[in-house]
């Protein structure tokens, strides 16, 4: 598979990865009852053997459960990969799953960082990156707290997640900051009005989660499909049910555009992220190896950038129906 670096675009430093990545949450976290993690080593794996270099983890998936099993399943590959790890939540104190507010104080950060190194079974973490921004944290503590990890070479690069231009900004003049992580898809397009130009402008990688569209844009989501309650989807606006049915007009032309070029809506889906620059990576999700060489394939669809324009315009001129989040974590973004 193809390599892009994140940060520092053409110069020495920046953080070299596949040109797709995995996100590793829902095989532990908000996606329905946690996978067996015997299960998933092989597909984390299998993801290896096709090529892919790039995965994202976080203390609070399980909590710590998805850093101890992306820790095991890579270990043997630990020369060859890069693991992204997050900080940010104040975990509930039961242990239970979900998170009980934010915490970005740099004692917390430190402590956040000794934890997952060990679980993931690595001396340095590749990518940390603030979960969301806290709002009682200044961003320059969070980012000096984090140079300061650099520099005892326990972290490798520094990224932020659903942070807005402001803040990214003022955290890269204090520690230059490789990533952004936030969601971004045919059908979440809001990035491209401030956060690309600012990402260009700066030198900083974007990496796509939910590129596609937390299954939706695969075509795989049925109609009448009702999501678990232990499955985050089901308290998506966007997800719901007649929601679902507006916005199947969008999966429609995805699917349209992909017979045309012998591509499957999933594939299509990544290939415009692809496409739309070459310093983004998207990290999609998923438990099944048949699913991981699909969106691995996406690497090698070739969209020209009249293909990108055409695809980006068609589906800017589809309505789409419901928030991303509920309301409550749509608070978090964009800070």
């Known amino acids: ?66 850093e101890a099993l992306v820790g095991e ?10 693991i992204a790890t997050k900080f940010g939540f104040a975990m509930n104190p039961d242990g239970s799953a979900g998170f009980a507010g934010l915490n970005s104080r740099p004692e917390q950060i430190a402590k956040v960082a000794d934890a997952s190194l060990k679980r993931l079974r690595v001396d340095a973490i590749d990518l940390f990156y603030q979960h969301r921004v806290d709002p009682a944290v200044p961003i320059d503590d969070v980012a000096g707290a984090v140079k300061g990890l650099i520099a005892a070479g326990k972290v490798k690069h520094f990224g932020l997640s ?49 590129p596609l569209g937390k299954g939706f844009l695969t075509g795989a989501v049925a109609a009448d499909f009702t999501f678990p309650d232990n499955d985050f989807r089901s308290k998506v606006p966007r997800l719901a049910m007649e929601a679902r049915a507006a916005n199947q007009a969008l999966v429609d032309l995805i699917t349209a555009f992909g017979a045309r070029m012998g591509a499957t809506p999933a594939q299509v889906a990544l290939a415009w992220l692809l496409g739309r620059a070459p310093w983004i990576v998207p990290i999609p999700g998923t438990r099944k190896a048949e699913r991981l060489a699909e969106n691995a394939g996406a690497a090698a669809v070739r969209l020209s ?7 980006s315009a068609a589906a800017a001129r589809v309505q789409i129906v419901g928030a991303r989040y509920p309301e409550a974590m749509m608070k978090m973004s964009g800070g």
């Not at 399943?73 to 890069?82: G, H, I, N």
């Not at 402001?166 to 898809?185: G, K, N």
């Not at 950038?305 to 695809?311: K, T, W, Y």
């Open 162 to 210: 659903e942070a807005g231009a402001a803040t990214i900004r003022r955290a890269h003049a204090v520690c230059p900051v490789t990533a952004l992580q936030s969601e971004y898809s045919l059908w979440t397009r809001e990035p491209e009005a401030e956060i690309l130009p600012v990402l260009a402008e700066l030198g900083i990688g974007l990496v796509p989660f939910s």
């Open 305 to 311: 950038p009249e293909d990108v324009a055409e695809l």
């Open 73 to 82: 399943a890579l270990e043997p590959f630990r020369d060859q990969v890069q």
């Open 1 to 66: 598979m193809q390599t892009r670096v994140l940060g520092n675009f053409g110069k020495p430093g920046g953080l070299a990865v596949s040109a797709i990545g995995l996100g590793c949450m829902g095989m532990s976290f908000s996606y329905g009852a946690p996978s067996d993690p015997a299960a998933m080593i092989p597909v984390i794996r299998k993801a290896v053997e096709l090529g892919v270099t790039f995965f994202d983890t976080a203390e609070v998936y399980g909590p710590y459960t998805n």
